[in-house]
């Protein structure tokens, strides 16, 4: 057990849905990083934050958002969805914002049909 | 941005032989290094990492090594065993200049295979 935390576990949905991804950070960890893991398109880094602010982007799409909570838990939003967005979706923590062990929760299966 | 090659896909060893896999990097700037073990259906396990300053690091059977100049890092597992079996990725991230973050840069990963 990582001590991260994702609900739910799977989520199956429709082509033009909205979905929210939900994470709580293992205590302690201040830093929150979304990741997604695809056939195609490996394991990607999506957005960080760092205690309630964005720290950095990677490869996430206009219609992927995300924010942390004052209480350190963090949301994933993925609107619009398309049959491409089905995959992984991992959550990861860390105590600082950069250079730190990044320790992951078991991840939301996200199928869009 | 960073780049992150990884090599080979898929590797089988004897049980007891040893295994190396193998990632170069394109950022100069990247100076933080973890390995990651996911075995199916579950995510991804932080088995070690290593740091820029650093060329190389052990952990009881695993030991990971770092070139700067020719920006590549190994994994070595010895004395291999049946639960090894997994998928390795390598990973990169530069921890921007400035105060900065940044997220991890995965390689494709590695299929271990371990033959008893």
């Known amino acids: 057990d990582s001590g991260v935390t994702q609900t739910p576990k799977h989520l199956i949905t429709a082509t033009g849905q909205r979905v929210t991804l939900r994470c709580s950070p293992r205590?302690?960890?201040?830093?929150v990083y979304w990741y997604q893991q695809s056939l195609d398109q490996g394991l990607q880094f999506l957005i960080q934050?760092?205690?309630?602010?964005?720290?950095a982007k990677g490869n996430i799409l206009e219609r992927f958002s995300a924010q942390q909570f004052p209480d350190l838990h963090s949301e994933l939003n993925l609107s619009s969805l398309e049959l491409g967005d089905s995959a992984l979706y991992f959550c990861?923590?860390?105590?600082?914002?950069?250079?730190?062990?990044?320790?992951f929760g078991d991840g939301t299966r996200l199928s869009i049909l | 941005g960073e780049n992150v090659e990884q090599h080979p896909s898929t590797l089988s060893v004897q049980e007891g032989d040893s295994a190396v896999i193998k990632c170069t990097y394109s950022?100069?700037?990247?100076?933080?290094f973890p390995w990651y073990k996911q075995e199916l259906g579950k995510r991804p396990q932080l088995i070690i990492d290593?740091?820029?300053?650093?060329g190389e690091k052990k952990d009881q059977r695993i030991a990971v090594t770092l070139n700067k100049t020719a920006k590549h890092f190994s994994l070595h597992i010895t004395e291999t065993q049946p639960e090894d079996s997994a998928v390795y990725f390598c990973?990169?991230?530069?921890?921007?200049?400035?105060?900065?973050?940044?997220?991890?840069?995965f390689g494709k990963g590695t299929h271990l295979i371990i033959q008893p």
């Open positions: 205590s302690g960890d201040l830093s």
């Open positions: 934050y760092y205690n309630g602010e964005e720290r």
């Open positions: 990973a990169a991230s530069r921890g921007a200049s400035g105060g900065g973050a940044d997220g991890l840069t």
């Open positions: 990861a923590s860390s105590v600082g914002q950069r250079n730190q062990p990044q320790h």
């Open positions: 290593i740091r820029s300053n650093v």
């Open positions: 950022d100069s700037a990247s100076n933080y």
